[in-house]
């Protein structure tokens, strides 16, 4: 059984090895003497939470939390999930679902007014994930890459 809880230091390495498999163009190695220095950085950043999803002792999904304050809307915040990843032998498992519910759950909690993620527009299966969760692809997503 999946367990869904934050990440702490000693995950880094876990984390780093699900997140080089983010769907980009193929993998991406993660260079962990810089996640090293950034790690407790973000770990400590008030409101955000790095979610873990570990199977036997060992990290097979991630998903990135950040409650941001926000003046309109009665000044209630809004979250933003980034980087959500599942190893690749364990896609379609149920894992996805679980580490989005917990993100959910994490700006229900925080009292945001919603809850924003973006997603590459050729990822037609994990839309379909998202949408069965409840969110709506109701916006146009612009980015610039540096």
Same mark, same amino acid.
Do not use: W
């Given at each position: 059984?999946? !367990?869904?809880?934050?990440?702490?230091?000693? *995950?880094?390495?876990? =984390?780093?090895?699900?997140?080089?498999?983010?769907?980009? *163009?193929?993998?991406?190695?993660?260079?962990?003497?810089?996640?090293?220095?950034?790690? +407790?950085?973000?770990?400590?950043? +008030?409101?955000?939470?790095?979610?873990?999803?570990?199977?036997?002792?060992?990290?097979?999904?991630?998903?990135?939390?950040?409650?941001?304050?926000? =003046? !309109?809307?009665?000044?209630? +915040?809004?979250?933003?999930?980034?980087?959500?990843?599942?190893? +690749?032998?364990?896609?379609?498992?149920?894992?996805?679902?679980?580490?989005?519910?917990?993100?959910?759950?994490?700006?229900?909690?925080?009292?945001?007014?919603?809850?924003? =993620?973006?997603?590459?527009?050729?990822?037609?299966?994990?839309?379909?994930?998202?949408?069965?969760?409840?969110?709506?692809?109701?916006?146009?997503?612009?980015?610039?890459?540096?």
């Amino acid at each position: 059984m999946v !367990t869904i809880r934050p990440a702490s230091e000693r *995950d880094l390495d876990g =984390l780093c090895a699900v997140l080089e498999h983010l769907p980009f *163009d193929g993998p991406r190695p993660v260079d962990r003497a810089s996640a090293a220095r950034v790690f +407790p950085t973000i770990l400590a950043t +008030p409101g955000r939470v790095v979610l873990v999803a570990e199977l036997d002792a060992v990290i097979v999904g991630t998903a990135d939390v950040i409650v941001l304050a926000n =003046l !309109t809307r009665d000044v209630r +915040p809004h979250a933003l999930v980034e980087n959500v990843g599942v190893a +690749p032998g364990l896609r379609r498992k149920g894992i996805g679902r679980a580490l989005v519910s917990r993100a959910v759950d994490h700006a229900r909690a925080a009292g945001c007014y919603k809850v924003q =993620l973006l997603s590459n527009a050729h990822r037609v299966e994990a839309h379909a994930l998202y949408e069965s969760i409840g969110f709506e692809p109701n916006a146009t997503g612009f980015r610039l890459y540096f």
